[in-house]
């Protein structure tokens, strides 16, 4: 039997890999609930006397607890995306105890049921709703839209010694704004949320139950994650090539000012190997920890650990990506400071359809903005002897 659950991605050291296996599955995931009282809460995370508990969910898109985003401009997800966990119920680190509700021998799993998700600019409204279960019809609930919300933060909260408590990610201490809203009769938002003229930078929208007798204790339904980037960006390539051609690639970022110092990346990858399957298995040790995508063993990098105290290299993030995809799936290329064409080589790639990623990195800022296209690579015509 399997549960399913859902996640997002998380990125920390090395040295922490059995917690970020399992804080990857809780920490900002879309969530919801089964029918029963049993299979309600799927999984907690404890630290000095704080308890977040997450809701078990399906993958439907009517009624499985996914918060969806729309408004800005849609970025294809690879498909499918969908995450396994395996292993232990209960590890306890440094005094966080996170633990899952399954049987020893249980594997969990989910499968993201959006095909896309949004990237915004300052001047899109940010528009959001919440299909449930029948579980949570008329239930009270709170909706916090936090500022600065992210991967980082919500490891901090749940790791680092320094962090008393987890209601400085949930209660106190962040840049939030509260809506209290009352769940219809199937468990849904009435009507859609809507966030106008947010400033660039990461959010995070979670849903808690609001009738909440134990103050210690934070119910979360659902959440999910966003960025707002400063500026538009439009890439300019061709939309069919012949097999074999290079692909030249032009980017601008719409009202960028011209001193700017930017990092340009481009990626081509096939269509059929654009997808994600996340497995981790875990015993509770470091070990005794595993994460693969796409059956690859994520240790097999080559990324030197020391490196996960700072940013990644340019060579090495390429190098990295590179490996991941495969070769003849697709091609990655990031410039120098401002170098705003690239050309992707292509020789190696097969005939058909693939995604142009395109984006663009401002030091001590972060993404700066983000753009994707479809292309064909079409076969090359046969030479026919006179």
Not at 53 to 65: C, K, L, P, R, T
Request: glycine fraction near 8%.
């Amino acid at each position: 039997m399997k549960k399913k659950i859902g996640t997002s991605e998380v990125y920390m050291r090395k040295c922490k890999l059995t917690f970020a296996a399992l804080i990857c599955i809780f920490a900002l995931i879309s969530v919801s609930a089964a029918v029963s009282e049993k299979g309600l809460w799927v999984a907690s995370i404890e630290k000095n006397g704080d308890s977040v508990v997450f809701a078990n969910h399906s993958d439907s898109q009517e009624n499985g607890g996914w918060i969806y985003l729309t408004g800005g401009k849609e970025i294809q997800l690879p498909q499918p995306l969908s995450f396994s966990y395996s292993g232990t119920n209960c590890v306890e680190k440094a005094g966080v105890v996170v633990k899952i509700n399954k049987d020893k021998n249980e594997e969990l799993s989910f499968t993201y049921p959006y095909s896309t998700h949004p990237f915004y600019t300052e001047k899109q409204t940010v528009k959001m709703d919440y299909n449930g279960p029948s579980a949570f019809k008329k239930q009270a609930v709170n909706i916090y839209l936090v500022k600065g919300l992210g991967v980082s933060s919500m490891k901090q909260a749940l790791v680092d010694a320094k962090c008393k408590s987890l209601g400085e990610i949930f209660k106190e201490g962040v840049n939030y704004n509260k809506t209290c809203a009352t769940l219809d009769k199937c468990g849904d938002l009435s009507k859609p949320l809507t966030f106008d003229s947010l400033e660039p930078g990461s959010y995070g929208i979670i849903i808690t139950l609001a009738d909440n007798k134990e103050s210690n204790v934070t119910k979360v339904l659902s959440a999910t994650c966003f960025e707002v980037v400063d500026y538009e960006m439009k890439a300019k390539a061709a939309n069919n090539i012949k097999e074999g051609d290079n692909l030249d690639v032009e980017m601008s970022l719409k009202n960028a000012p011209a001193d700017g110092e930017f990092t340009y990346g481009a990626l081509l990858i096939s269509e059929e190997a654009y997808k994600a399957e996340v497995k981790v298995d875990s015993n509770g040790t470091i070990n005794g920890t595993d994460v693969s995508v796409n059956d690859f063993d994520l240790r097999d990098l080559g990324v030197n650990s020391t490196n996960y105290k700072s940013k990644l290299s340019k060579s090495e993030f390429t190098n990295a990506v590179q490996t991941l995809i495969g070769e003849g799936n697709g091609t990655i290329s990031i410039g120098d400071k401002n170098q705003d064409t690239l050309s992707l080589t292509t020789f190696d790639l097969q005939p058909g359809k693939y995604f142009l990623f395109t984006g663009a990195y401002e030091p001590g800022k972060g993404l700066a903005g983000i753009d994707q296209q479809e292309l064909t690579i079409g076969k090359e015509k046969t030479k026919t002897s006179p």
